[in-house]
């Protein structure tokens, strides 16, 4: 599949070299390509997964179940792949290690949205992002009434209006326990790097945008998002953050912290692994302060818990080959089994195929459309 992809694409850029009017379209469309082919990270999802649907394929065999993972994180809808609601989690995490979050309906008037938010204790700045959302699509800061009237106005779906957390560092930690085991393993640590530009007091933000080369594939992108700024002249030594979104998928990038690891931090996870009781498997994303305060307990935030569907991170920030990626990715997807059926046996089932199938149905028209007005959602501050 993959060569007839190549052989396509390279059939198109012969044609375009005849009769593309501008050369220089063409050398910056075949470094794309090129760029895209040799960083196996920004292959599109199937792409990368494809060799390794055979493994996934033998676990829903051998469990009997196509959504064998399901059990999980039992206490998660649809044990926390896609489509869970961050307030559910929320509510299954020790007390202040979370952002004081209110749930707002999207049928909520306004008026009566900026009195509920009043009092529960929240102030300007906010953070705001759909209840049920993925890849950070809809996160967005605000800093006014005026601001969050936009917001909601345009939003489809139910949402959560956040205290903003500052803290300076956003990390990532994989974590898995055995239900039968009190103590669990931390497979990655890595923090978490903003897609942003440093001003130099003469540049617009369109200019500083068409200099960036971690930009090179989304301009369009970042330029709809920041219409109302990209005049702006962004002074020199200010930070301005392209995307507050630090998915990989949404410009984010990963640095390795493995270096970091240790008993300490384990200690932490595993707390919160029996908090509940029930979260066995999946990433934590966390802001805080710093990395020592982190594994003493102390100045973090989580910002999200995601289950059976989170991405190892990790893969990416270590400076893996893509066999080196399979090989983690093998290793969780058998842990991932092995506690799901685990827990399956005793008292968790699988989800029946018809309950499965409509919720990710649902769930992906969902995405969908939050995929779409994010494109159209300004980045308000």
């Known amino acids: 599949m993959l060569m007839n992809q190549l052989q396509a ?80 989690m929320y509510d299954q995490l020790p007390p202040g290690t979370f952002p004081k979050s209110l749930l707002i309906s999207k049928y909520s008037p306004f008026d009566e949205l900026v009195n509920n938010i009043n009092k529960a204790g929240l102030s ?27 917001y909601h106005l345009k939003m489809p779906v139910d949402y959560l209006v956040q205290t903003l957390i500052k803290y300076p560092l ?28 440093i001003g130099d007091g003469k540049s617009t933000l369109d200019q500083l945008i068409s200099a960036y080369p971690r930009v090179r594939f989304r301009q369009p992108e970042m330029r709809a998002k920041h219409v109302n700024r ?25 640095v390795s912290l493995e270096h970091e690891k240790d008993d300490k931090l384990l200690k932490l996870f595993d707390s919160l692994s029996h ?39 990790h893969v990416y920030g270590n400076g893996n080959n893509i066999f080196q990626a399979y090989q983690i990715l093998l290793h969780h997807w058998k842990m991932l089994y092995t506690i799901s059926s685990y827990n399956n046996k005793n008292g968790h089932p699988y989800w029946s195929f018809s309950k499965g199938y409509v919720f990710l149905k649902h769930a992906k028209k969902h995405f969908k459309i939050l995929k779409q007005l994010d494109n159209e959602m300004p980045v308000f501050s």
Request: positive net charge.
């Open 9 to 88: 694409y390279f059939a198109l850029a012969q044609l375009l070299c005849i009769y593309c009017p501008e050369p220089r379209l063409m050398a910056t469309g075949l470094k794309a390509f090129i760029y895209k082919i040799t960083h196996w990270e920004t292959w599109h999802y199937h792409l990368k997964y494809i060799p390794l649907y055979p493994a996934w394929i033998w676990y829903c065999l051998r469990s009997g179940s196509l959504w064998f993972f399901t059990p999980s994180n039992p206490t998660l809808a649809f044990g926390g792949f896609e489509g869970e609601s961050k307030q559910e």
């Open 124 to 150: 300007f700045p906010l953070a705001v992002k759909p209840d049920v959302g993925m890849m950070g699509f809809l996160f967005r800061r605000i800093a006014s009434a005026e601001e969050l009237k936009a």
């Open 170 to 197: 956003e990390v990532s930690v994989f974590y898995y326990r055995h239900p039968q085991q009190q103590k669990g393993t931390i497979t990655g640590f890595i923090r978490k790097e903003y897609l942003q530009v």
């Open 230 to 254: 990209l005049n702006y002249i962004v002074p020199e030594g200010e930070i301005y953050y392209l995307s507050l979104a630090l998915n990989l998928s949404r410009g984010g990038k990963m």
């Open 275 to 313: 908090y509940s009781g029930h979260f066995y498997y999946g990433r934590y994303d966390i802001k805080c302060r710093s990395i020592e305060d982190l594994k003493e307990g102390k100045n973090y935030s989580i910002l999200e818990y995601n289950g059976s569907g989170a991405e190892p991170h």
